[in-house]
T-cell receptor, first 111, second 116 residues
Framework: QKEVEQNSGPLSVPEGAIASLNCTYS??????FFWYRQYSGKSPELIMS????GDKEDGRFTAQLNKASQYVSLLIRDSQPSDSATYLC???????????FGAGTRLAVHP | SAVISQKPSRDICQRGTSLTIQCQVD?????MFWYRQQPGQSLTLIAT?????????ESGFVIDKFPISRPNLTFSTLTVSNMSPEDSSIYLC?????????????FGPGTRLTVL
């Protein structure tokens, strides 16, 4: 069973702080990793993708990948109330063109 | 990102009936995917639809219950057949993009289905 694990939260952070979201996956053959943001009642929106070990930055978002530890994280700097949403981690299995999603972490940024 | 539309956006259906959901992409894409998101849960892949071939279904999903069509490179349909209240869910289609990184998927707005 291929699994993607996330802490369901809620993760509560004050406005302006760094929010750290974590995800682990079970299949060592996984090749690409994604973070989606989903607002209540809306569909998932792709915000970050990462393929190589290390960090990838895009604006206030940084994705971190450690394949040896089978771990991927998302950091949100200067968190804003508008960042309050559920963040879904998704993993693409090597050789298969499909995504396995984690259960999602609900983030609440309070003023 | 790809612009993906779905119809209907929501529907309320009676037990035992069927509903066909349409998914339209604004550009030609290789892969289209159908997901289900049950209340309060994450996304579960139902099937992958390639143009010109039979859809590939995930474990727990069968063609008789969820027939899929993919008549061209911009369009797909998912039918939820012989519905029961357990089929109440959000159904989402997604696609990859030829001009984007490998395996990035973009989602349509979803179809919220309620079965009475």
């Amino acid at each position: 069973q291929k699994e993607v694990e996330q802490n369901s939260g809620p993760l509560s952070v004050p406005e302006g702080a760094i929010a750290s979201l974590n995800c682990t996956y079970s299949d060592r053959g996984s090749q690409s990793f994604f973070w989606y943001r989903q607002y209540s009642g809306k569909s998932p929106e792709l915000i970050m993708s990462i393929y190589s070990n290390g960090d990838k930055e895009d604006g206030r978002f940084t994705a971190q990948l450690n394949k040896a530890s089978q771990y991927v994280s998302l950091l949100i700097r200067d968190s804003q109330p508008s960042d309050s949403a559920t963040y879904l981690c998704a993993v693409n299995l090597g050789g298969y063109n499909k995504l396995i999603f984690g259960a999602g972490t609900r983030l609440a940024v309070h003023p | 990102s790809a612009v993906i539309s779905q119809k209907p956006s929501r529907d309320i259906c009676q037990r035992g009936t069927s509903l066909t959901i349409q998914c339209q992409v604004d550009s030609q894409v290789t892969m289209m995917f159908w997901y289900r998101q049950q209340p309060g849960q994450s996304l579960t892949l139902i099937a992958t639809a390639n143009q010109g071939s039979e859809a590939t279904y995930e474990s727990g999903f069968v063609i008789d219950k969820f027939p899929i069509s993919r008549p061209n490179l911009t369009f797909s349909t998912l039918t939820v057949s012989n519905m029961s209240p357990e089929d109440s869910s959000i159904y989402l289609c997604s696609s990859d993009r030829a001009d984007r990184s490998y395996n990035e998927q973009f989602f349509g707005p979803g179809t919220r289905l309620t079965v009475l």
